[in-house]
């Protein structure tokens, strides 16, 4: 245990860590040095290998060339010419230096010992290779005696014509040796390093934790309600002023602790003066402790001597989970109608939350109930619940659809051409109904929270109206609807929104189209009101009508009077929302008024307005 605790200290630790350092700086050196010495002295023996190897080449290559017949003395005396040249000049330390023909027999050596190689055949891959007059012929070896060697083999060309070869092998002993004592030296050099660093890291590390040490005892002091202590400064560095702070908040945590008791009497005061009721019990589930907000919401004079979970409504067990866990909360609903879910007219609807007094040494010793008023909330919750429900049903159809059509492709129906592409277009006809769907919620949102800001202009009414009629020239005509557009004399513009009441416009049209059978007509008017203050604009058609139980509801969001038929025709239930939330944005009003199977007539009016906000 000893032992793990002293490798635990940050002494320890910090020697620990200057040590590895040096272990990996040295060892990326010492790899990356070894390598380049070695490199560089396996190159420059080498090229000095390939130098002699050339200049005997070039020495050499007129006493190769083939002698003519009759001339065997003097053959003789080229060899031994040769041979002593080779011998004496050509000599290198631990190396042996061929000289050979174009038939690659040996004609010269540098070794007494291997006289008697001479006329014969070296049959060795670098001397054929040679003879080919291929120059790049060296290799490593390792000879019987594990002896490591370079071999060479130069080709002797005189007039462009390969007259025989050189052959050299040299041991690198020495070179390896010379690479092993510089490995030797590197590994001195790191130990000395490791022994010096430790050295140092011992006296580093002390200076920074002997004033932790010092911050500790004080920290010591501290916890056992002793202010008076200071922790030592001893410089001006991190630690330094940690130990400043340190006597900083020791400071500050006295002050704190004498102004406990002031901080107390101000929580009483707050509790008193609470928008939220507060009710505290005991360990017996007796109200000790409560606000006047409690009183009021409660509707009781006192809670003198109440029970906690009879004031509340709760059954032991549910106070027992409270207690035993870390809290609760319940939704109390008080009113004529207590057992409803929902808060009605005349309900009042409150949160209690439940949070344990823990006690240190003693468990749990009471109970504190917090009140809240949430009736509001309930009733905003409840419209949210509404509309979550409403877009989830109508999200449901197409993704049922898409999700039925994709498993049938999947199933073997995309290798009948005919079929699947009746089934890709009914997908992509139901994500195009989820995206209109989408994008109408997301600009009822942005209504509904203000950021869709007017942007008035000047906008000619006439012209406006006649935009509407052409883009939707198209749709009118495959159904044979003549369109109408007439705007009282004198009306020519107001100042408005045009992007937003083109889409009210636009979302009229389209319904008007929707449900007015082929040949119908729809008429497009603006005039001015009675006051001239406003301009009222309709749009009336010879559709199928709307029966009169729905007029009421029509401008509701996701409301259809067929909700089948709509569908199928790729509304959305939110078209009329959306107008009537731009309608009412520009300070107007919009209204519907429609008989079954003789058409319907929506009318919105707009404040005609100047720049300057006068009536035109």
Known sequence: MKGRSFFRTIQVKLVIIYLLLILVAMQLIGVYFISTVKNSLITSFTNNLKEQADILA???????????????????????????VVRNLFSISGAEVQVLDANGKVVATSLQVHQSNIGQKNNSLAVRRALQNIPDNEEEIIDEDNTRKKRIALPVTYNDKVVGAVYVVASMTE?????????????????????????????????????????????????????????????????GRLSMAFNDMTIRLKEALSANEEENEKLVSVLSNMSDGVVAADERGVIIVWNRRALEMLEVDTLQDAKLSELLILTPDKLAEFEQGRGGTIVLNRGPQEDAGLAEAGDSVLKVTFTPIHRRGKGITGMIAVLQDVTEQEKLEQSRRQFVANVSHELRTPLTTIKSYAEALGDGALEERD???????????????????VTDLLHLSRLDSNQAPLRR??????????????????????????????VERGLKNAWLDRDQIDQV???????????????????????????GG???????????????????????????????????????????????????????TIALYSELNEGSKVTFTLPLLQEGGDPE
């Not at 006493?63 to 002593?84: H, K, Y």
């Open 419 to 437: 079929l699947s592409t009746r089934f890709v277009g009914v997908i992509s006809n139901e994500t195009e109904r989820m995206i209109r769907l």
């Open 175 to 239: 070179l390896y040796e010379t690479v092993n004592r510089v490995n030797q030296i590197f590994f001195s050099g790191t130990l000395i390093a490791l022994g010096l660093t430790g050295v140092l890291g011992i006296l580093l590390a002390h200076t920074i934790t002997s004033p932790i040490q010092g911050l500790t005892r004080q920290a010591e002091a501290v916890a056992d309600g002793r202010f008076d202590l200071k922790a030592p400064v001893l410089g001006d560095d991190e630690i």
């Open 457 to 486: 202009r000047q906008t000619n009414i006439h012209d406006m109206l006649d935009e509407v009629a052409d883009r939707f020239s198209f749709q009118l005509r495959q159904k044979s609807i003549s369109a109408t557009v007439g």
């Open 534 to 588: 406003s301009i009222e604009i309709s749009v009336k058609d010879t559709g199928i009508g709307i029966p009169k139980k729905d007029l009421t509801r029509i401008f509701d969001r996701f409301y259809r009077v067929d909700k089948a038929r709509s569908r199928n025709m790729g509304g959305t239930g939110l078209g009329l929302s959306i107008a009537r939330e731009i309608v009412r944005a520009h300070g107007g």
């Open 58 to 84: 070039k020495f050499a290559a007129p006493s190769l060339l083939p002698n003519q017949e009759g001339d065997g003395d003097s053959a003789d005396n080229t060899t031994e010419d040769l041979n002593l």
């Open 505 to 531: 416009l636009d979302n009229l049209i389209s319904n008007a189209i929707k449900y007015t059978l082929d040949g119908g007509q729809i008429g497009l008017t603006a005039r001015r009101t009675a006051d």
